[in-house]
């Protein structure tokens, strides 16, 4: 399954700087953008899925609010 999510960036005095938009909790930096985006994912493995075993299901919800 993928999951597409939009990240701010931006170049700070030595690392390019990143922030997830759907959770802004995650955070993280890069040498180059590259680097910033294979972190980005990292992190938001390590924050989203620390805790879930490799062989989870996925299902999708409908709420009516």
Same mark, same amino acid.
């Not at 939009?6 to 180059?32: A, C, D, N, R, S």
């Not at 299901?57 to 009516?64: D, M, Q, S, Y």
């Given at each position: 399954? #993928? &999951?597409?999510?939009?990240?701010?960036?931006?170049?700070? $005095?030595?690392?390019?700087?990143?922030?997830?938009?759907?959770? @802004? =909790?995650?955070?993280?930096?890069? #040498? &180059?953008?590259?680097?910033?985006?294979?972190?980005?994912? $990292?992190?938001?493995?390590?924050?989203?899925?620390?805790?879930? @075993? =490799?062989?989870?299901?996925?299902? #999708?919800?409908?709420?009516?609010?």
């Amino acid at each position: 399954m #993928e &999951t597409k999510l939009k990240m701010v960036y931006w170049k700070g $005095e030595k690392f390019w700087v990143g922030k997830l938009l759907e959770h @802004p =909790e995650i955070m993280t930096q890069g #040498e &180059t953008l590259e680097d910033l985006e294979e972190n980005m994912k $990292e992190a938001y493995m390590l924050m989203t899925m620390e805790d879930v @075993p =490799e062989d989870h299901k996925v299902r #999708e919800l409908a709420l009516n609010l």
